[in-house]
């Protein structure tokens, strides 16, 4: 721990900024690896052959009921829902509000299956690989900023035990706690528990240096999706809940990544923002804003940008 302590102040110099970074590792791991985590899983599983029994059930019922009152023409085929043909009549009446119910509630049972049955392979994969989906992006993050630079390193995840069925033993024990006191957690070897942060502060250096200073030209109101901008711009809008800013003309920009007609950075603050606002960044239209002169003679691009190219 002091030893990352030491790194973080090298890169940053910011105790609290540091301590929030540092804990994002553990956070992420204790957010997925609850006490019920088995238990929410094994839901997901039931659930659905609930569902799936309950829809069986709604079929045939339909099917048997349907049947007793067709009644066949020689062009016709006519379906009378006031009476059964049946003797004895059926105990429990079947009507037309009967009917649409039981078509209502087929449709949920359906439902449940598809959306609860998605959920139990999102979490099997999940389970299976010992990682997160946001755990899976900073493995990508990491794996890009190695070959950016041609570093003669290799990253590896340190949670990542190397065997679905290791991974799969971490979560589904006998006891029905998982591995793990929500700060600890067993770890691959050749790696130790703040191998994650320690790259991702890594990649928060990086993103420093590969951001682009940008000067607004145009002022931007901060709408979602700017008609007033190009309809390329406004049909190409980001589909994230990451806000947009609003720019003013003259203001500055650190772009750190973006897309074709979109960027995303953070506004360079000065002495009259209001004490208590650390940062404003979020989306940006890419033509409100152009390269400052300092920072056109180089060739970095935004975090992202060379991907889409």
Same mark, same amino acid.
């Given at each position: 721990?002091?030893?990352?302590?030491?790194?973080?102040?090298?890169?940053?110099?910011?105790?609290?900024?540091?301590?929030?970074? !540092?804990?994002?590792?553990?956070?992420?791991?204790?957010?997925?690896?609850?006490?019920?985590?088995?238990?929410?899983? !094994?839901?997901?599983?039931?659930?659905?052959?609930?569902?799936?029994?309950?829809?069986?059930?709604?079929?045939?019922?339909?099917?048997?009921?349907?049947?007793?009152?067709?009644?066949?023409?020689?062009?016709?085929?006519?379906?009378?829902?006031?009476?059964?043909?049946?003797?004895?009549?059926?105990?429990?009446?079947?009507?037309?509000?009967?009917?649409?119910?039981?078509?209502?509630?087929?449709?949920?049972?359906?439902?449940?299956?598809?959306?609860? $049955?998605?959920?139990?392979?999102?979490?099997?994969?999940?389970?299976?690989?010992?990682? @997160?989906?946001?755990?899976?992006?900073?493995?990508?993050?990491?794996?890009?900023?190695?070959?950016?630079?041609?570093?003669?390193?290799?990253?590896?995840?340190?949670?990542?035990?190397?065997?679905?069925?290791?991974?799969?033993?971490?979560?589904?024990?006998?006891?029905?706690?998982?591995?793990?006191?929500?700060?600890?957690?067993?770890?691959?070897?050749?790696?130790?528990?703040?191998?994650?942060?320690?790259?991702?502060?890594?990649?928060?250096?990086?993103?420093?240096?590969?951001?682009?200073?940008?000067?607004?030209?145009?002022?931007?109101? $901060?709408?979602?999706?700017?008609?007033?901008? $190009?309809?390329?711009?406004?049909?190409?809008?980001?589909?994230?809940?990451?806000?947009?800013?609003?720019?003013?003309?003259?203001?500055?920009?650190?772009? @750190?990544?973006?897309?074709?007609?979109?960027?995303?950075?953070?506004?360079?603050?000065?002495?009259?923002?209001?004490?208590?606002?650390?940062?404003?960044?979020?989306?940006?239209?890419?033509?409100?804003?152009?390269?400052?002169?300092?920072?056109?003679? @180089?060739?970095?691009?935004?975090?992202?940008?060379?991907?889409?190219?």
């Amino acid at each position: 721990m002091p030893c990352l302590l030491v790194l973080a102040s090298s890169l940053w110099g910011g105790n609290r900024k540091i301590l929030r970074i !540092a804990c994002t590792s553990n956070i992420v791991k204790s957010a997925k690896r609850t006490r019920h985590h088995g238990h929410i899983t !094994a839901e997901s599983v039931t659930a659905p052959l609930g569902c799936i029994h309950a829809a069986f059930i709604f079929v045939m019922t339909m099917y048997t009921q349907l049947y007793n009152r067709l009644s066949f023409g020689w062009n016709t085929v006519k379906i009378d829902m006031s009476a059964a043909r049946r003797d004895p009549l059926p105990i429990i009446p079947f009507g037309l509000a009967a009917f649409a119910a039981t078509l209502f509630a087929l449709g949920l049972a359906l439902g449940t299956t598809i959306a609860v $049955g998605m959920l139990f392979f999102i979490q099997m994969k999940i389970i299976l690989r010992n990682k @997160t989906s946001i755990e899976s992006w900073i493995e990508e993050k990491a794996k890009d900023r190695i070959q950016y630079y041609q570093l003669d390193e290799v990253f590896v995840f340190p949670y990542d035990m190397g065997s679905r069925w290791k991974n799969f033993k971490q979560v589904f024990t006998w006891s029905g706690v998982p591995e793990g006191d929500g700060l600890e957690w067993p770890v691959r070897e050749g790696c130790h528990q703040y191998s994650l942060t320690i790259e991702q502060l890594k990649q928060k250096a990086d993103k420093r240096v590969r951001s682009v200073r940008y000067k607004v030209v145009e002022d931007y109101s $901060g709408a979602c999706c700017p008609l007033s901008k $190009g309809i390329k711009t406004f049909f190409t809008s980001p589909c994230t809940e990451e806000p947009r800013i609003r720019l003013q003309k003259g203001e500055f920009i650190l772009a @750190t990544r973006g897309l074709r007609y979109w960027l995303y950075g953070d506004k360079i603050l000065d002495d009259s923002i209001i004490e208590g606002v650390s940062r404003i960044r979020g989306w940006f239209p890419r033509n409100c804003v152009e390269k400052c002169p300092c920072d056109a003679e @180089t060739d970095q691009a935004p975090e992202g940008e060379k991907k889409n190219r």
